[in-house]
């Protein structure tokens, strides 16, 4: 009896599935009939979804495609093909995944992978997809360029050459940035990297100013261009804002969107300045993709197509070939201030330089706390004069004598006269300091810190004492 009605059930199912696909065929067959030059899309349906990863089946579609997904009600979301397995794509969504229903229709659409460019984004908001959120309407653009970016000739590269002004004393004097130098700055979790940041953002000389804010907290934007960036700032600058809460196909794009802006700028000849806050956000979002899909963790969880996209994203950043630069500086999250921790061992690696911020001197009250010993930028060299790069390096020596022995000197083990360096050190360690801490709302200009140097190491050091000496105030003029 039971097995009669099981029997019926499947008859009556199989019916019903042969009553839709005729239906479906009718519908093709009078679009057809309509208009004959019509091109008719295979479709497939969803058969799988677990956390963000969208399993399809019934079509094929090449890696980096955009295909529609049909939910409740008609309501169309947009994905993309992230990798696939035998006949089953993987799909990432962009946005929002409500409303998705099991064996929902699938549809590739047509994609390019190309992005609108162009003035008119200048003084604007957009997200991940170029999409204005700023409310001043549509953004009218006739340019494209590839998301992706096209790889430039190694040889074609102008090699970096003119030094860059930053408006930070302690970069400009002792970490010299140059034009077309991709730099990074390492930092753990309320250092004050969004306000060295900042700070490098209203400063810096550059024609355009290109901001990433990817994987971020959402307050931070607002904050960012109404008190960092201002009104004046961001008639040059294009913001692309990719935060915490959106997916992270979107924080993929949105690193990879700034870059092509930045690129666009770039080869028109003008000398642009791209920020991204931050690179860890992004090497996270490749990592949650990548773990999605059942790529094999390697290092701390991150899988190897992390480590293979970091060097593609920065090594689009640099000098062209008709006198346009990016010059690009790379935050980038060290997370327990570790910074042996994977991205930010990746990143040191192909990066042209590292700006490194202590939480000691955070703490200390010493902003901004660059930590002077752990950074270093690798063209400097290439950009200044020798006398320069002299007092640069006497700068650090010097300091460094005093951090290392520092806790020898706090509790008074150590004896005046013992060792010349040391009471160098001890004598000229508050002018040293004074050097390195700036106020937000202070810009000292290359020449100014340049002269600051000079003065500070062409001075005669003051006795040491047994106490802190009051620190020399430096003419910057």
Known sequence: MTQS????????????????????????????????????????????????????????????S??????????????????????????MPTGD????????RVRPIRSDSQVPVGEALLGRVVDGACK??????????????PLHGEPINPLARAPVREHLD???????????????????????????????LG?????????????????????????????????????????????????????????MLATSIAEYFRDQGKQVLLLMDSLTRYAQAQREIALAIGEPPATKGYPPSVFSLLPQLVERAGNGANGGAITAIYTVLTEGDDQQDPIADAARAILDGHIVLSRQLAESGIYPAIDVE??????????????????????????????????????????????GKIDEAIAMFPNLQAMIKQGMSEAVNWQQSVNSLTMLMQQPPPQATGVMQTPTIINQG
């Open 5 to 64: 009605s099981d029997n019926k059930q499947a008859k009556i199912a199989a019916a019903d599935r042969t009553a839709n696909w005729r239906t479906r065929l009718k519908d093709y067959q009078e679009r057809l009939d309509n208009d004959p030059s019509e091109v008719l899309s295979i479709e497939g349906r969803l058969t799988r979804m677990v956390g963000l990863t969208l399993e399809a089946v019934g079509f094929q579609a090449p890696v980096g």
């Open 66 to 91: 955009r295909c529609e997904v049909q939910g409740a009600n008609g309501k169309l979301i947009e994905a993309e093909v992230v990798g696939f397995s035998g006949e089953i794509l993987y799909l």
């Open 97 to 104: 995944v409500r409303g998705l229903v099991p064996n929902a």
């Open 132 to 145: 204005p959120l700023d409310g001043k309407g549509p953004i009218k653009v006739k340019d494209r360029v």
């Open 166 to 196: 930053v408006g930070v004393q302690a970069v400009n004097a002792l970490l010299s940035v140059g034009r077309g130098q991709r730099m990074g700055l390492f930092a753990g979790s309320g250092v004050g990297k969004s306000v060295l």
């Open 199 to 255: 700070m490098m953002t209203k400063y810096t000389e550059a024609d355009v100013i290109v901001v990433g804010l990817i994987g971020e907290r959402g307050r931070e934007v607002k904050e960012f261009i109404e008190d960092i960036l201002g009104e004046e700032g961001l008639k040059r600058a294009v913001v692309v804002a990719s935060p915490a809460d959106h997916s992270p196909l979107m924080r993929l794009h949105g690193a």
């Open 374 to 419: 752990a950074s270093i930028s690798r063209v400097m060299p290439q950009i200044i004069d020798s006398t320069h790069l002299e007092q640069a390096q006497k700068f650090k020596q010097i300091y460094s004598t005093y951090r290392q022995n520092q806790d020898l000197i706090n509790v008074g083990a150590y004896a005046r006269g013992s060792d």
